[in-house]
Every structure is written in structure tokens, then in C-alpha cells.
């Protein structure tokens, strides 16, 4: 059990059984088909659409969009999968508003872009309960492991087991997914739809998935090199940064990626949260462990970030959400310390000038405090070298590595996908040029 959980203060069923259900249902409804039909409308079909260059994985917007126009949804659904084979979850995760629909033209003609994120999932939901359309090619007997099954590791063993090869996925969780599962707010994927993605994404075949099994622990890179003909890395950050700061041990003082992912296998009703809530950091897992704070009850919720509004890594978008669900977003301030008498009660910070703290100081009530001040590796393979707080570039013959354990991305979801995708087409090619 966490110590938040321990904290006097920190308690369940803070709001009633049914207005914690209305809180944390779907935050944008699907379209029904007549309104993914007006909303396809709007689509100006570009050549050389800005929009798909947005797009880390490339998907022909356009195109799909058409397709939905004209009536043919499972067809859109090909034309976002033959890029993005989590293209359901990425229509509820990413941050269009930043990506295609910001490159969108009716964006910049308008300030109303197309509604991509949404037609997307119009599509995908349409033709998922279809089945897995993909088959495998025939069996080219070659083996290849995946350790992690987020994103990048499930979007590079799909398309490997679409090339015939045959796939063994090591997860360290109990359950696959990675982000999708354990990392983004409960409201943006409600009713199990990671798992059902994921179990959809396996039914292609040719893809052995064991869980429990991490790196390091129960599996080495050696043993993997030897009885594999490729090694994929797909392991993500398993490591929290710390704060630095006094009283940060205190009961009460957790990493916000444990509350997110405790929040999402929990019983809601059951979760316990604080009153008086703090959120250290300016990124997506601030944003969504504030919010859900105050939809699981929390009477006052602050986040705070050392540097202004325009150095947030949450967008204008997700800043907006925080706010109108109650959130009170506080800019340029560092915590100095956490204080209390055996548990959380209150933050210390000071006013900063370019994330460097000044004399004047301000202390928030708190008996939660969430950091989320982002994340790190934790262990390096032998054989292998940390770039920063992530993975360099493999230098080992026969492993590659992709997804948020990796330099070079934005920690999305939809960039995973695109360097798990990408990371398998470079094993096809070496293992058929080795054969």
C-alpha cells in the first residue's frame, strides 16, 4: 500500500458511486454516422495535405476522411491501420489539437479545424468489432522477441507477424498495453478498450505474449540475442525524477504516474484522494492526475509549474480541460520544500524567474502532493548505453530499440507506434537479407 493511501486525509468516496461514473465517462462522445458524414464534409481533400505531415505516422487523412464521405468507413479504417494499427486509441490519446488539427487548412482559415482525432475513431470503432484485417504472410521461420507491449513494442510485433515472422512479447506488467493501459487519464479510454485493442492486435496471429516477464529479472538481453534472430526493445521509463526537496519521503508524496496507473485498474469508488491537492510539473501526467483528482472529489486542486504558460509541455488544449474541470494552474513558482508532522500538509514554493527561484515565497495547503516532474530509465541492458535519462542508439548486432526508452520523440503514443512500425520493417529487411 502507498503512503498516500496510508496519509490521514486521503480517503474514498469522496463524491457518490454515480456522480464518480458520470465524472470519468467518455470525455468525447463518438460520432454517429450521420454526424462523422457532416463532419467528413468540412475536409478540403488537400494535395499535399499539411495535415499528414503532421502526423508522426504518416496517415492519409485525406483519404480516410473520403472514405468515410462517402460511406465506407471500414476502408477508412484500412487507410489509418495500414499506418498506425493503434489508430483507435491514438484517436482518443493524441494531442490532434497540436498535431494534424492544428496543421489542418480549416484550421488556419477558420480557427475550426476538421475534427480528425474523431473521424478517426468514427472509423475504428466501426470496423474493429469486424475483426483483424490483416493476415500473415507465410511462416518465414525466423524468431524475433519484443520485450515491452506498449506501444512501440505491439505496433512493431504486429507488423512483424504480418511479415511471417513468429513474435514472443515480454512484458513486465501483469497486463499488456504499456501507456495505453497504465499511463493516460480513465476518462479518454473508458468500457476496457486498451485491452480490447490489444487482444484485436494479437488475433492476427504468430504472437506469443508473456507478462510478468522484465528485463533484467526474468529475461537478460544475452539469453534473448541467443535464442532470437532479432531483439526489439520496447521498455518505455520506468523511473520517476525526484524533487529534490525536503519532506518529500512524507505520507502523502507520490509520483503521479503510480496514482494514474492505480487509477486505472482500481475501483473508482474505492481510489482514495485528498482534500487539498498539489500537482508539481506542466506535462500531460500533471494534467491528467490533476483532473482526475478533482473528479474523484479532491475540494481543491493546484498544479504548478516552474516556468510560464507558453513552457508547458500540455497543450493550450489540455491547460484549458485542467481549468474548466476546476483545476487553479500556477505558473512560475519551485518547490523549496514539503511540509508536515508525519505527513504532507502544505508546499513551500518560490517565484522563479526562468525556472530559477526568487526571495518572495507562498506556501499551498496540501495533504496530496503529486510529482510529476517527468521520467527516466531505470537499468540499462549490458551491452547497451543511456543517452540522458534515456537509451542511445543500440550498438549490439541484431537489437533495435523504439518508444519512450528512446531519444528523438515527444513521449506520444502515436510517435511509439511510428518507431515500433518502422523499427520492424528494419528487422524484416535485415532478416531477409541475412536468410
Known sequence: MSNSQ??????????????????????????????????????????????????????????????????????????????????????????????CEQACVREAA?????????????????????????????????????????PAGLACAHRLAMHGHDVTIYEARPKPGGLNEYGIAAYKATNGFAQAEVEWLLSIGGITLHTGKALGRDISLDALRADHDAVFLGIGLSGVNALGIPGEDLPGVRDAVDFIAELRQADLTALPVG?????????????????????????????????????????????DHAAQAGVKLVFNAVPLRILGNGKAEAVEFAYAVDGKPGAETFTLKADQVFKAIGQRLDGVPDGLARDGS??????????????????????????????????????????????
Open 110 to 150: 477558420e480557427g475550426k479545424p476538421v475534427e480528425i482525432g474523431r473521424l478517426q475513431r468514427f472509423a475504428t470503432d466501426t470496423a474493429m468489432p469486424k475483426g483483424q484485417p490483416y493476415t500473415r504472410a507465410p511462416s518465414t521461420g525466423k524468431r524475433v522477441a519484443v520485450v515491452g507491449a506498449g
Open 390 to 435: 534515456k537509451l542511445a542508439a543500440t550498438p549490439l548486432a541484431r537489437v533495435w530499440a523504439g518508444g519512450d526508452c528512446t531519444g528523438g520523440g515527444e513521449d506520444l503514443t502515436v510517435t511509439a507506434v511510428a518507431q515500433g512500425r518502422d523499427a520492424a520493417e528494419a528487422i524484416h529487411a535485415a532478416l531477409t537479407t541475412a536468410s
Open 275 to 319: 482534500r487539498d491537492v498539489v500537482v508539481i510539473g506542466g506535462g500531460m501526467t500533471a494534467v491528467d492526475a490533476a483532473v482526475q483528482s478533482r473528479l474523484l472529489g479532491a475540494e481543491n486542486v493546484t498544479m504548478v509549474y516552474r516556468r510560464g504558460r507558453e513552457r508547458m509541455s500540455a497543450s493550450g488544449y489540455e491547460q
Open 6 to 99: 496510508l496519509a490521514p486525509g486521503i480517503v474514498p468516496g469522496r463524491l457518490p458511486a454515480d456522480a464518480i461514473a458520470r465524472n470519468f465517462a467518455d470525455v468525447e462522445p463518438p460520432f454517429d454516422a450521420h454526424e462523422a458524414r457532416v463532419a467528413a464534409d468540412r475536409c478540403y481533400f488537400c494535395h499535399d495535405a499539411p495535415c499528414i505531415t503532421a502526423c508522426p505516422t504518416g496517415i492519409d487523412i485525406p483519404l480516410f476522411i473520403r472514405q468515410i464521405a462517402t460511406g465506407t468507413p471500414e476502408a477508412a479504417a484500412r487507410t489509418i491501420w495500414d499506418q498506425n494499427i493503434l489508430g483507435g486509441m491514438c484517436a482518443r490519446v493524441c494531442p490532434t489539437e497540436t498535431l
